[in-house]
């Protein structure tokens, strides 16, 4: 009895060593990152080349997508971290976890992952919708020219 179970264990060891399931996926583990992250940019009709809201918009850019982190270019953000202030409410940039979620997505082979894991999408009101919150104070000018 015991041997048997012992061998059950065996095979699902060897299993896991044959044919390991992704481990990070989409559905899962990136597009939570990417909501927080990144959509607020990359969602149609903006300034971003392209959207990153579903697993089909994104595919196609995963290379681009693990450069783009590794090398701390996406998402944006242009302000010195090791001078001054060093903590901001609307900090957009993603922690070392986070980049090693989607690295290793991609190295993996970026796999969708089962539909049900997906978490809610992010709805957009409007392509100029303001990604810091409610705002304090509204200035207004004169027409200009640009
Ligand atoms: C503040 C807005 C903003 C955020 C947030 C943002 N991006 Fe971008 N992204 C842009 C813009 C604008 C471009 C086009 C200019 C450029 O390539 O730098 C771009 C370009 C890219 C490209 C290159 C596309 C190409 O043409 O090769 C990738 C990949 C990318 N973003 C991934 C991401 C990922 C992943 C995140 C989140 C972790 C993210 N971005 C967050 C604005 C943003």
């Not at 012992?6 to 060593?17: E, H």
């Not at 850019?61 to 998402?75: G, Q, S, T």
Request: aromatic content about 8%; proline content about 7%.
């Amino acid at each position: 009895m015991k041997r048997h179970v012992i061998q059950a264990i065996g095979f699902v060891f060897a299993g896991a060593l044959i044919s390991p399931l992704p481990a990070q996926t989409f559905t899962k583990d990136v597009a939570p990152i990417f909501q927080k992250h990144c959509q607020s940019c990359h969602h149609e009709g903006t300034v971003a080349p392209m959207s990153l809201i579903t697993y089909k918009d994104s595919r196609p850019w995963a290379r681009a997508i693990k450069e783009r982190v590794l090398m701390r270019d996406m998402p944006p953000w242009h302000l010195d971290k090791s001078v001054g202030i060093r903590r901001y409410k609307n900090d957009i940039l993603l922690n070392d976890g986070e980049i090693d979620i989607i690295v290793k997505w991609v190295g993996g082979g970026a796999h969708e992952g089962p539909p049900a894991d997906m978490t809610k999408p992010q709805t957009f009101a409007s392509q100029a919708e303001w990604v810091i919150g409610k705002r304090d104070r509204r200035v207004t000018t004169n027409d200009f020219t640009m």
